[in-house]
């Protein structure tokens, strides 16, 4: 599977972008979804995930702030992104792995990944 994560870009502070996550080879049906950011000189950080059944679990930095989403006709999953921080610039990918992880947060449970996409918010 290929993933193509698009639609980062600079934005104030407060402001919104919505991220996309397509993919091509096959469908996300059956797999979790996760979104992962890496910040200069950083490790990277999980964001969040969606579960085949569309529940989301995100991280408590993010939380009440990006939503993630579905859209299985298109086969694709955004991450909607509001309020946003300078503390949430970053390269952010997108990942397919096991459904219902106990472990969600953790990398190693993503098998695909996409390329990246820059945001950055700007104080």
């Known amino acids: 599977v290929q993933l193509q994560a698009s639609g980062g870009g600079l934005v104030q502070a407060g402001g919104s972008l919505r991220l996309s996550c397509a993919a091509s080879?096959?469908?996300?049906?059956?797999?979790?979804v996760g979104w992962f950011r890496q910040a200069p000189g950083k490790e990277r950080e999980f964001v969040g995930t969606?579960?085949?059944?569309?529940?989301?679990y995100y991280a408590d930095s993010v939380k009440g702030r990006f939503t993630i989403s579905r859209d299985n006709a298109k086969n694709t999953v955004y991450l909607q992104m509001n309020s946003l921080k300078p503390e949430d610039t970053a390269v952010y990918y997108c990942?397919?792995?096991?459904?219902?992880?106990?472990?969600?947060?953790?990398?190693?449970?993503?098998?695909?990944w996409g390329q990246g996409t820059q945001v950055t918010v700007s104080s």
């Open positions: 969606s579960w085949s059944d569309s529940s989301t």
């Open positions: 990942a397919v792995g096991l459904d219902y992880s106990n472990t969600p947060y953790s990398a190693g449970q993503y098998g695909y």
């Open positions: 080879g096959r469908t996300f049906s059956g797999y979790a």
